[in-house]
């Protein structure tokens, strides 16, 4: 999904949404991009895409820049039209996938611009009742199939599946101020966390904080690691040095990719310029003490082992 900055129209002209789709079009040949729903509203976008070459930000690197740029050309202005990087969320496709085509399609209606979806023209809701040729590059007929085998039976389910409400489930997570980054129950966010989350928060992918442990987790496993009861690596004593606590602190920051404020309040911290210090402590003894780093990297191993067994 993309919005338009300040809200400006995406998509002020025919020609402009024109352009896009045939640019989508290109995207899905050029990049082997699955591109299976879409729905273009007044000032934004709604994408359903499967990346079997695990390159979505180049793809959408490319649909967003060179749409800017012939929205530009196009209507003689300059500088960037979208509000900045998409927003992305990975589906787990077994529970979600039927309902998120169908949340898509109906965007006009419940934006009130028609009454019927067959009144729609900027959609791909018209691609999946056509047996055109020209909508062959949609990657449609695998969610076709999850309804019925035969074409014409796909097509009466289909048209019965769409007129039904969107399910309350989607509306709330899409009526979320700030969207997770992942559709799924826990079983499927842990074993998204388990086969993808390396130990590392990588800020250009800010999915990577949905994967990372929690709080409550990295204080478990630093207890266990050095034997500690909870009560311990929450004492603070000024001029006493507590290893644990700092460490469970550095691993909150760089592993669980927690603000130094929500770190503060959870080790009973007020000033967070503490907790950054302690932080700061452990970054520093890491570059001379071969030991602490092993003792990192197997408290990180005890957290990734964990949450495998427990999947």
Same mark, same amino acid.
């Given at each position: 999904?993309n919005?338009?900055?300040r +809200?400006?129209?995406?998509?002020p002209?025919?020609? *402009?949404?024109?352009a896009?789709?045939?640019?989508?079009?290109?995207?899905a040949?050029?990049?082997?991009?699955?591109?299976?729903?879409?729905?273009l509203?007044?000032?934004?976008?709604?994408?359903?895409?499967?990346?079997?070459?695990?390159?979505?930000?180049?793809?959408?690197?490319?649909?967003?820049?060179?749409?800017?740029?012939?929205?530009?050309?196009?209507?003689?202005?300059? +500088?960037?039209?979208? $509000?900045?990087?998409y927003?992305?969320?990975?589906?787990?496709?077994?529970?979600?996938?039927?309902?998120?085509?169908?949340?898509i399609?109906r /965007?006009?209606?419940?934006?009130g611009l028609?009454?019927?979806?067959?009144?729609?023209?900027?959609s791909?809701?018209?691609?999946?009742?056509?047996?055109?040729?020209?909508? *062959?590059?949609?990657h449609? *007929?695998?969610?076709?199939?999850?309804?019925?085998?035969?074409? /014409?039976?796909?097509?009466?389910?289909?048209?019965?599946?769409?007129?039904?409400?969107?399910?309350?489930?989607?509306?709330?997570f899409?009526?979320?101020?700030n %969207?997770?980054?992942?559709?799924?129950?826990?079983?499927?966010?842990?074993?998204?966390?388990?086969?993808?989350?390396?130990?590392?928060?990588?800020?250009?992918?800010?999915?990577?904080?949905?994967?990372?442990?929690?709080? *409550?987790?990295?204080?478990?496993?630093?207890?266990?690691y050095?034997?500690?009861?909870e009560?311990?690596?929450?004492?603070?004593?000024?001029?006493?040095? /507590?290893?644990?606590?700092?460490?469970a602190?550095?691993?909150?920051?760089?592993?669980g +990719?927690?603000?130094?404020?929500?770190? +503060?309040?959870?080790m009973? @911290? $007020?000033?967070?310029?503490?907790?950054?210090?302690?932080?700061?402590? @452990?970054?520093?003894?890491?570059?001379?003490?071969?030991?602490?780093?092993?003792?990192?990297? %197997?408290?990180?191993?005890?957290?990734?082992?964990k949450?495998?067994?427990e999947?």
């Open positions: 999904m919005r338009a900055r +809200g400006q129209v995406a998509f002209a025919k020609e *402009d949404k024109l896009f789709l045939y640019l989508l079009m290109e995207t040949d050029m990049f082997n991009l699955n591109v299976s729903a879409w729905c509203m007044e000032s934004h976008y709604h994408l359903l895409v499967q990346t079997p070459d695990a390159n979505l930000a180049r793809c959408m690197r490319h649909i967003n820049g060179v749409y800017t740029q012939k929205y530009n050309f196009r209507h003689g202005c300059d +500088g960037t039209l979208f $509000r900045g990087r927003k992305s969320i990975l589906v787990d496709a077994d529970n979600y996938l039927l309902e998120l085509v169908r949340y399609h /965007n006009p209606l419940r934006a028609v009454e019927k979806l067959s009144q729609y023209k900027w791909s809701h018209k691609a999946y009742l056509s047996g055109s040729e020209k909508w *062959d590059w949609v449609k *007929d695998f969610i076709l199939e999850m309804l019925a085998e035969s074409r /014409n039976t796909q097509l009466r389910k289909y048209r019965r599946f769409v007129r039904k409400k969107d399910s309350h489930e989607l509306c709330s899409f009526e979320k101020m %969207l997770p980054s992942i559709m799924g129950d826990k079983s499927f966010i842990d074993w998204v966390r388990d086969t993808f989350f390396n130990g590392k928060i990588d800020h250009n992918i800010p999915q990577t904080k949905t994967l990372a442990p929690s709080i *409550d987790e990295i204080k478990k496993i630093v207890c266990e050095y034997q500690l009861d009560q311990e690596i929450d004492l603070s004593r000024r001029g006493v040095e /507590n290893l644990p606590r700092d460490v602190m550095y691993l909150m920051r760089f592993v +990719g927690k603000a130094l404020l929500c770190i +503060g309040d959870s009973g @911290i $007020r000033n967070y310029s503490s907790v950054s210090s302690a932080v700061h402590r @452990i970054k520093k003894k890491l570059s001379k003490d071969k030991q602490l780093e092993k003792d990192i990297q %197997l408290m990180l191993d005890i957290f990734i082992n949450s495998q067994t999947t």
